[in-house]
């Protein structure tokens, strides 16, 4: 019932968020841009090449950081776990920072490679440093994500306070996570990574429900601990790290998303991936409209809005019932 | 199966016993002493004192070791009363901040029983950063005014988070956490925003705050750790063994004849008195809230909440950190905060690679 409003929700959404900004498109204009278009029209531009793309991210990021928020809980056990655990937003964040202070790149898509290549390499640092191939538990992939994802932080900081303003002031915008100014050059990276991913996550549904168990009763199930981590941490870094290359690292959809899914469908992981997903989508999607109709002039950035708007909902949500326990 | 399930078996096989040390009785008391943790605290004691010597020798100037305690009280060549006038809130601020701040872990670890517990968790620290971010951007304030801020933002923080998690009277640690994380959100979310809205030169400013820093610290903004410190500290000594039941559960914890729900109030009351006087003193300090408790939990291999050994490793490791900065000649600024940061994760990193067990 709830995933139906969920569905209409986004479905509403998607024209909203390409009518809506600082400036306003009508409906008209919107269907003349695919179908007559012309390059001379500034609205159909935009149309084109900002609205329409930084729409489809939204709900593409929105549904990679919300499954992949369910698979790092339900790999932890921890309902605190959230995908930037596994050290790939720090290996971004660190990255992009080192972008900017270093080789002083301006373009934006410098910055998506930057992203990709940190978020890139700190997964594989976690991946090899967690002795996932070793067969070892979910406890030390995590622990060693944290401990690379603090490494990298600290790194990032003295980094970006021995450098000078200028840098200062363009790392910090990427920092809060933004859509603005996400073009078509990014949703075929972007949108692979992470249909891919969700592919993956739905191989590995059957098996994550086992091993919610812990290992010794998911071994006894039949499933392979070994092998759903190393799949399972793969997909979370890919999607995370997909995610946070295209917009800066958002950290709160991951954490509170699979929390609200498993309030409406359970815990069966078959349905509550998608769940997830979709409702995570709506969240990211509703905070970019909301963040550029909040400010007359501007916009405020999605991974503000995100806390703003869903901080509250999750609040109350929390107050009202009892959270399914994992 | 493979190598880890056999591994597992035989750890299994030997169980180590639930209440490690031996009981002193006496006739109207008994006292569980545990060798190992007073070893333990004994060699951090030592540590903490070696560095705190360290601390206060090293520098532009080097003070001798002998004319350290004559120059406290102001005898001695006057350019090393100076010096140890500038280093003595220094080191006084490392050694409380870091105790409380390793107190503060445990008491929150305990409480929501959850590792990934700690004052950072359940939005103190952001909370604590609010409001000095306010003042700095906003109000273009001074040291002790972003204090103050920063204390009421912290402790503000935690109360709200406490009124919105009580349900019947009950908190439950389970959704104490999940508003903490919500109000932490928001919160963080405010600050960004003020960050990214404000002039580049404030939020510069803001920046350093956040970075965690003991450079310039003077008495005014020291004292008020000090002294929270001093009688904090004993409140939750007093309170660990009670916590220690709690952490069974509240079902339990009343069977034994302790109720859960005031020892929890108070737990967080002085967990989170701690944490915003630390925080409120020399910013944001990543890690040290939630390693100390672990590390030293392991080496003194204790069970339930102990809090001298995680009061005396925080101290450790904050002054440590805070040494080895300074004794690093560079020309980078290294913002204390995230040095422990850099050290504690490099420590973890390697403890990781280091162990076949975890």
């Given at each position: 019932m709830w995933l139906?409003?969920?569905a209409v929700v986004l479905v509403a959404l998607l024209p909203v968020s390409v009518l809506v900004g600082e400036v306003p498109i009508t409906a008209q204009q919107a269907w003349d841009a695919y179908f007559h278009f012309d390059p001379l029209v500034t609205e159909h531009l935009l149309v084109r090449n900002v609205r329409v793309p930084r729409t489809i991210i939204a709900v593409i990021v929105g549904a990679a950081l919300g499954a992949s928020g369910v698979i790092i809980q339900a790999l932890t056990r921890n309902p605190l776990a959230e995908p930037g655990l596994l050290g790939v937003n720090a290996g971004a964040t660190f990255a992009v920072a080192c972008g900017i202070a270093i080789f002083q790149y301006q373009a934006l898509t410098a910055g998506l490679v930057f992203g990709f290549l940190g978020s890139g390499l700190a997964g594989?640092?976690?991946?090899?440093?967690?002795?996932?191939r070793q067969g070892a538990g979910p406890v030390r992939l995590v622990l060693a994500g944290s401990a690379l994802s603090v490494v990298l932080l600290a790194a990032t900081r003295i980094v970006i306070i021995n450098s000078d303003e200028q840098v200062f002031n363009r790392f910090r915008s990427w920092t809060v996570g933004s859509l603005e100014g996400r073009g078509p050059d990014l949703l075929l990276p972007t949108g692979?990574?992470?249909?891919?991913?969700?592919?993956?996550?739905?191989?590995?549904?059957?098996?994550?429900?086992?091993?919610?168990?812990?290992?010794?009763?998911?071994?006894?199930?039949?499933?392979?601990?070994?092998?759903?981590?190393?799949?399972?941490?793969?997909?979370?870094?890919?999607?995370?790290?997909?995610?946070?290359?295209?917009?800066?690292?958002?950290?709160?959809?991951?954490?509170?998303?699979?929390?609200?899914?498993?309030?409406?469908?359970?815990?069966?992981?078959?349905?509550?991936?998608?769940?997830?997903?979709?409702?995570?989508?709506?969240?990211?999607?509703?905070?970019?409209?909301?963040?550029?109709?909040?400010?007359?002039?501007?916009?405020?950035?999605?991974?503000?809005?995100?806390?703003?708007?869903?901080?509250?909902?999750?609040?109350?949500?929390v107050r009202r019932r009892k959270l399914a326990q994992l | 199966m493979n190598r880890a399930t056999t591994r597992e078996a035989s750890s299994g096989s030997q169980p180590s016993p639930i209440v490690t040390g031996r009981v002193l009785r006496g006739r109207n008391f008994s006292l569980l002493v545990q060798p190992r943790a007073l070893l333990v605290i004994g060699i951090l004691l030592a540590v903490a004192v070696l560095l705190a010597l360290i601390g206060l020798t090293q520098?532009?100037?080097?003070?001798?070791?002998?004319?350290?305690?004559?120059?406290?009280?102001?005898?001695?060549?006057?350019?090393?009363?100076?010096?140890?006038?500038?280093?003595?809130?220094?080191v006084v601020a490392a050694l409380t901040a870091g105790a409380a701040l390793g107190v503060s872990g445990a008491v929150f670890q305990s409480v929501s029983n959850n590792a990934l517990g700690s004052p950072d968790v359940i939005g103190l620290t952001t909370g604590a950063a609010s409001g000095a971010i306010t003042q700095i951007v906003l109000f273009d304030a001074g040291p002790v005014q972003v204090m103050l801020a920063a204390l009421a933002g912290g402790v503000g923080t935690a109360l709200a988070i406490y009124l919105l998690s009580l349900k019947g009277g009950v908190t439950g640690g389970y959704r104490l956490v999940l508003i903490g994380l919500g109000v932490g959100a928001l919160l963080g979310s405010y600050n960004s925003l003020l960050m990214v809205r404000g002039q580049v030169e404030q939020a510069v400013s803001a920046n350093i705050w956040i970075a965690g820093s003991l450079d310039g610290r003077q008495w005014t903004q020291v004292l008020p750790v000090l002294i929270g410190t001093i009688i904090v500290v004993p409140i939750t000594i007093l309170l660990a063994r009670?916590?220690?039941?709690?952490?069974?559960?509240?079902?339990?914890?009343?069977?034994?004849?302790?109720?859960?729900?005031?020892?929890?109030?108070?737990?967080?009351?002085?967990?989170?008195?701690?944490?915003?006087?630390?925080?409120?003193?020399?910013?944001?300090?990543?890690?040290?809230?939630?390693?100390?408790?672990?590390?030293?939990?392991?080496l003194s291999q204790a069970r339930g909440l102990s809090i001298v050994p995680a009061a005396l490793m925080g101290s450790c490791l904050l002054l440590g950190a805070d040494v080895v900065s300074q004794a690093i000649p560079t020309a980078t600024t290294l913002p204390i905060g995230q040095v422990t940061g850099l050290i504690g994760g490099i420590y973890l990193a390697w403890l990781l690679t280091r162990s076949k067990q975890l």
């Open positions: 139906v409003v969920a594989a640092a976690v991946y090899l440093l967690g002795g996932v692979l990574a992470v249909l891919a991913g969700l592919l993956i996550c739905f191989a590995l549904a059957n098996s994550l429900d086992a091993s919610a168990l812990g290992a010794d009763l998911s071994r006894s199930l039949g499933a392979h601990p070994g092998r759903v981590l190393s799949a399972a941490a793969l997909v979370v870094m890919l999607m995370c790290g997909a995610a946070t290359a295209a917009v800066g690292p958002i950290s709160f959809v991951g954490l509170t998303a699979p929390h609200l899914g498993r309030q409406i469908v359970g815990l069966n992981h078959r349905k509550l991936i998608p769940a997830t997903a979709l409702l995570a989508a709506v969240i990211v999607l509703a905070a970019d409209i909301a963040g550029r109709l909040v400010v007359s002039s501007g916009e405020i950035s999605v991974g503000i809005m995100i806390g703003f708007i869903g901080a509250p909902v999750f609040i109350g949500i | 520098g532009k100037v080097a003070v001798p070791l002998g004319d350290i305690i004559p120059a406290i009280f102001g005898n001695g060549e006057r350019k090393h009363v100076l010096a140890l006038g500038l280093r003595m809130p220094r009670r916590a220690t039941l709690v952490e069974m559960g509240d079902d339990i914890a009343s069977q034994l004849g302790v109720r859960a729900e005031p020892t929890r109030r108070w737990l967080i009351f002085c967990g989170v008195a701690l944490a915003a006087l630390a925080t409120a003193a020399v910013g944001p300090i990543a890690f040290i809230a939630l390693s100390a408790p672990q590390i030293a939990r392991r």
